[in-house]
């Protein structure tokens, strides 16, 4: 019996999680909820690499429907025009584990985790409390592996197998700070 949900947030993130949850001789079923990815074709985009990810490593993959709890997100995507960043990504993130917690406690799978902890552009603060809180709700704990470490080679992996590789975070408010910062580098040459 798999004993580990791993919340997938991207194909390219998984490509070096899934391998370190391996290597501790875990078996993860991975679970793709994030419906904070904005625009629609984007969130294609991102499922596709998590599909081809999947058939490329022999995984079980749970592709969640995307809507979740509509009124939480419509909160969540209204916050994001006014919020700070913090207040945003903290929303996001504990509503995006404590579905995944739920999902856990329902499908009977004690431990939950995310791919969320390869990105070095993530607050790791706010996962763990997010994690922590959600586990608690839910009755399931959240497991975590530091893999910032792996994120370079999460591009050369994503190549090898022809993945897309996302250029912002997720939601529309991310698309529009990388979108900026981009254009600051090449300003400043
Ligand atoms: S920047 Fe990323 S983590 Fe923060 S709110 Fe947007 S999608 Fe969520």
């Given at each position: 019996m798999n004993d580990l949900l791993l919340h997938a947030c991207c194909g390219p993130c998984a490509t070096v999680a899934v391998p370190a949850w391996r290597e501790r001789g875990i078996e993860p079923v991975a679970w793709f909820h994030n419906p904070?990815?904005?625009?629609a074709a984007e969130l294609e985009r991102r499922t596709e690499s998590m599909r081809r990810f999947r058939r490329a490593a022999g995984l079980e993959l749970v592709l969640e429907?995307?809507?979740?709890?509509t009124a939480s997100w419509d909160r969540w995507a209204l916050r994001q025009r006014s919020a700070a960043p913090d207040e945003r990504c903290a929303a996001c993130l504990g509503l995006r584990l404590g579905a995944a917690a739920a999902a856990a406690a329902r499908l009977g799978v004690r431990r939950f985790g995310t791919t969320?902890?390869?990105?070095?552009?993530?607050r790791h603060d706010l996962i763990e409390r997010a994690g922590a809180a959600a586990a608690d709700e839910h009755g399931v704990t959240f497991v975590s592996l530091d893999l910032r470490d792996s994120f370079r080679q999460s591009y050369g992996e994503s190549r090898r197998l022809g993945l897309y590789r996302q250029p912002?975070?997720?939601?529309a408010a991310s698309k529009w700070e990388a979108w900026h910062q981009r254009a600051a580098r090449k300003r400043a040459g």
């Open positions: 904070n990815i904005q625009p429907p995307q809507a979740g709890d969320l902890t390869v990105s070095p552009y993530q912002y975070c997720g939601c």
